[in-house]
């Protein structure tokens, strides 16, 4: 029976061979030498001189060619190894303006080091920014296995194909969506729970910009859900926590959910009566 379940399978894991797969434990292989190539907080390598950053940035570019030649030509990964590692330094720029805008941004951080360590919007926008380059080299599978990386880990669901500015604040993130077409300006600040999504999911609008765009200087707060790609929120405005919207807001708005919430108060010495909460 085992014998036969065997089979079974095998047969149906080589049915296509001519279709190529990414080894996943090999792309967080290269997610982690990039986060200890780019920061030393991410080191298990004890990188120590320049002469060995040389060493491990060769290793890490013939770990990427590898991974890449799983599913395309070998000198075609090479090209993209090169376009990937002459960005490098700009992810880097990227990320410093992210780790202070969340420093600024967050009263609880006591430095900068700290937000590199432990904030998962940190290392949220870390896999994102690498992921975005090779998305933007219309690099296939890869730069979402690489965000879904971050999405396992942090619970933020960045996709790469978003634009996103500098200076992006995500404080908890939690259960935060950016879609593949959201446009992120600068000095934005995002809370836990926030969707930026589609109003379609229709098949036929894949090629289209389905997701909203959220100008510079604005700050979305917890659980606000913002959707469709025409929906734009003008620069300097203020989303409050649980908004739906659907429409566009122009610059310096601040827009807010008005809840009524109604509270009966349990009488000392009687019995509980049932409590009723209106929302």
């Known amino acids: 029976m085992k014998y036969e379940l065997a089979n079974n399978l095998f047969r149906r894991k080589h049915a296509n061979r001519n279709r190529f797969f990414v080894s996943k434990k090999k792309t967080h292989q290269f997610l982690q030498d990039i986060l200890e190539i780019l920061y030393p907080h991410f080191n298990q390598n004890f990188i120590q001189s ?20 799983d599913f395309m030509p070998h000198e075609e990964a090479k090209q993209i190894a090169v376009t990937f590692f002459s960005n490098l330094e700009f992810v880097r720029d990227q990320l410093d303006l992210d780790a202070e805008a969340i420093f600024v941004g967050d009263p609880a951080a006591t430095s900068i080091d700290e937000v590199i360590l432990c904030y998962p919007g940190f290392f949220a926008m870390c896999i994102y920014r690498i992921a975005n380059i090779f998305y933007k080299a219309q ?31 995500i404080d908890h993130g939690t259960g935060i969506v ?15 729970g926030v969707t930026l999504g589609a109003l379609s999911l229709d098949k036929c609008d894949q090629n289209t910009k389905r997701h909203p765009t959220i100008e510079d200087n604005c700050v979305i707060y917890s659980n606000a859900t913002i959707l469709g790609g025409k929906t734009i929120i003008g620069e300097n405005s203020i989303v409050g926590g649980n908004v739906w919207l659907t ?6 708005s601040i827009v807010y959910h008005k809840s009524d919430i109604k509270m009966d108060i349990i009488k000392p010495d009687s019995e509980p009566e049932e409590l009723f909460y209106e929302i």
């Open 50 to 69: 320049e002469d060995d950053l040389y060493i491990y940035l060769n290793k890490t570019e013939l770990l990427l060619i590898q991974i890449l030649h």
């Open 139 to 169: 690099v296939k599978t890869l730069p979402r296995i690489f965000s879904e990386y971050a999405h396992e880990v942090t619970g933020i669901d960045i996709h790469p194909g978003a634009q996103i500015g500098e200076r992006i604040c």
């Open 178 to 192: 950016i879609g593949e077409t959201s446009i992120i300006g600068k000095n934005v600040k995002i809370y836990q």
């Open 247 to 252: 429409k566009s807001i122009p610059k310096n």
